[in-house]
T-cell receptor, first 118, second 111 residues
Framework: DVKVTQSSRYLVKRTGEKVFLECVQD?????MFWYRQDPGLGLRLIYF???????EKGDIPEGYSVSREKKERFSLILESASTNQTSMYLC?????????????????FGAGSRLTVL | KQEVTQIPAALSVPEGENLVLNCSFT??????LQWFRQDPGKGLTSLLL?????REQTSGRLNASLDKSSGRSTLYIAASQPGDSATYLC??????????FGKGTSLLVTP
């Protein structure tokens, strides 16, 4: 089974701190994603990456950056955490059902990282 | 921008009932539609994926249908069990890489 591992299940940080959320997948997937999930707002895409060193902004990239130096690892960075970034953060990876195509991606999610910013 | 809506937002049924969860989307140009399950405080588990060329997919007691032209999908759960209690999310892939999610239907199956 594909495994997507998020390094921290629960984090508590203070306003202004730099926060790193790490995500590792073990199945050589090309695509990786960071979502945040909030009550009443559902899942919203922050950033995604379709290759090493490649990144694309999602719907809500403001206040976040990402790093993908190796295929298996995708990091989400909060340069200066704020209270409105308190949320559940979900990492996912995917492969296309047809190799070499952009469509029909099957997503596998990690267990999530619940971040509280005080 | 693709908008995904799920109705109802919450549902409570007695054990043994068959039930239907609904999902609608605004742009019919999709690659696929996926149904996920999420238990409280956990990540998402993929249940079924329907490619744009397919009409339905089945897995055990779950059956998902897709009507692209009308922008609708349904998830049918047969003979519901308390262990089915969770939030069910629908997501569509229309941009090539990332999925757009609905806000989910919270299901409670009572013994």
């Amino acid at each position: 089974d594909v495994k997507v591992t998020q390094s921290s299940r629960y984090l508590v940080k203070r306003t202004g701190e730099k926060v790193f959320l790490e995500c590792v997948q073990d199945m050589d997937h090309e695509n990786m994603f960071w979502y945040r999930q909030d009550p009443g707002l559902g899942l919203r895409l922050i950033y995604f990456s379709y290759d090493v060193k490649m990144k694309e902004k999602g719907d809500i990239p403001e206040g976040y950056s990402v790093s993908r130096e190796k295929k298996e690892r995708f990091s989400l960075i909060l340069e200066s955490a704020s209270t409105n970034q308190t949320s559940m953060y979900l990492c996912a990876s995917s492969y296309p059902l047809r190799v070499g195509t952009a469509g029909a991606n099957v997503l596998t999610f990690g267990a999530g990282s619940r971040l509280t910013v005080l | 921008k693709q908008e995904v809506t799920q109705i109802p937002a919450a549902l409570s049924v007695p054990e043994g009932e068959n039930l239907v969860l609904n999902c609608s989307f605004t742009d019919s140009a999709i690659y696929n539609l996926q149904w996920f399950r999420q238990d409280p405080g956990k990540g998402l588990t993929s249940l079924l994926l329907i490619q744009s060329s397919q009409r339905e997919q089945t897995s055990g007691r779950l059956n998902a249908s897709l009507d692209k032209s009308s922008g609708r999908s349904t998830l049918y759960i047969a003979a519901s069990q308390p262990g089915d209690s969770a939030t069910y999310l629908c997501a569509v892939e229309s941009s090539g890489y990332a999925l757009n999610f609905g806000k989910g239907t919270s299901l409670l199956v009572t013994p």
